[in-house]
């Protein structure tokens, strides 16, 4: 099991840009994909990237694209979301996900392991 603890949410203005932080322990970080999903108040949760274990293939819903990097650091166990040109409808709970395999997945039933999350909140 791979322990996850995201951090680097809070409160931004339209427009503006936050990077979020997954850190990964327990269980090696290696071999595993890693994904960002998340869940606005009254919604379920969504996909929103994901990235391979050596970080050569990405994918990125369409509400996103464009806008949001997901980039992962292996030594240092640390998955990363660049969120720029925020938008109200950004406004949610983000978690990062644990997939032991190479590729990542949209559906979030083929991940292993969750964070906590942390809230994102856009004012407009």
């Known amino acids: 099991q791979v322990q996850l603890v995201e951090s680097g949410g809070g409160l931004v203005q339209a427009g503006g840009s936050l990077r979020l932080s997954c850190a990964a322990s327990?269980?090696?970080?290696?071999?595993?994909?890693m994904g960002w999903f998340r869940q606005a108040p009254g919604k379920e949760r969504e996909f929103v990237a994901h990235?391979?274990?050596?970080?050569?293939?990405?994918y990125y819903a369409d509400s996103v694209k464009g806008r949001f990097t997901i980039s992962r650091d292996n030594a240092k166990n640390t998955v990363y979301l660049q969120m720029n040109s925020l938008k109200p409808e950004d406004t949610a709970v983000y978690y990062c996900?644990?997939?032991?395999?190479?590729?990542?997945?949209?559906?979030?039933?083929?991940?292993?392991?969750w964070g906590q999350g942390t809230q994102v909140t856009v004012s407009s």
């Open positions: 996900a644990a997939r032991s395999t190479y590729f990542g997945a949209t559906n979030q039933d083929e991940y292993d392991d």
């Open positions: 327990g269980r090696t970080f290696r071999g595993y994909a």
């Open positions: 990235i391979s274990w050596l970080g050569a293939n990405t």
